[in-house]
């Protein structure tokens, strides 16, 4: 079966500092993988998507991602955090034109 | 601006009730999507529709229902049939309904229960 799974519920990250999010998919064949994120009681904006060739994926906001087939993986990255950082952020993945998406990790920045 | 909308921001549903939840995008998408959110589940599909004047049922459809008459709107409604409807309320679209399509979401429904 399908599945997504963030392995992390809440995160907390100093200013400044690197921010990582699991990812871990379960899928058949070749995964396409979104990550989005959601500000309080906002709707989901795109950060990056995975569909195929470089595995390694920039997004918007200085986040990347890096798709690892091996481990089933496509972890979010990003190199100073700011305190606008601080959302939800929700891994996905499509299956067929459905998006199956994980609980979501909760970042928050200290100052 | 091209863009969903969601109306309205809150709303609150006594028992017995039908709401109705709307989704109007102007983004000329095929495709549109209600999903349910609730803390620490992540969203779950409900409906979702490929084209005008079709729809299909997603992971939790009971106590839901959806028509899709205009391109733009696909409004949602919660029945009486749902037995807990609390929860937040994102629609989305997609230029077609197709693997991989991106789809982007409006800013979401509260709906709770009097």
């Known amino acids: 079966a399908q599945s997504v799974t963030q392995p992390d519920i809440h995160i907390t990250v100093s200013e400044g500092a690197s921010l990582e999010l699991r990812c871990n998919y379960s899928?058949?064949?070749?995964?396409?993988l979104f990550w989005y994120v959601q500000s309080p009681g906002q709707g989901l904006q795109l950060l990056l998507k995975?569909?195929?060739?470089?595995?390694l994926v920039q997004g918007i906001k200085g986040f990347e991602a890096e798709f690892k087939r091996s481990q089933s993986s496509f972890n979010l990255r990003k190199p100073s955090v700011h305190w606008s950082d601080a959302a939800e952020y929700f891994c996905a993945l499509a299956n067929d034109y459905k998006l199956s998406f994980g609980a979501g990790t909760t970042v928050t920045v200290r100052a | 601006d091209g863009g969903i909308t969601q109306s309205p921001k809150y709303l609150f549903r006594k028992e017995g009730q039908n709401v109705t939840l709307s989704c109007e995008q102007n983004?000329?998408?095929?495709?549109m999507y209600w999903y349910r959110q609730d803390p620490g589940q992540g969203l779950r599909l409900i409906y979702y529709s490929q084209i005008v004047n079709d729809f299909q049922k997603g992971d939790i459809a009971e106590g839901y229902s959806v028509s899709r008459e205009k391109k733009e709107s696909f409004p949602l409604t919660v029945t009486s049939a749902q037995k807990n409807p609390t929860a937040f309320y994102l629609c989305?679209?997609?230029?077609?309904?197709?693997?991989?399509?991106?789809?982007?979401f409006g800013p979401g429904t509260r709906l709770l229960v009097l």
């Open positions: 899928y058949g064949a070749t995964p396409y």
């Open positions: 995975y569909f195929s060739g470089d595995t």
């Open positions: 989305a679209s997609s230029p077609m309904a197709s693997r991989g399509e991106t789809q982007y």
């Open positions: 983004l000329n998408h095929d495709a």
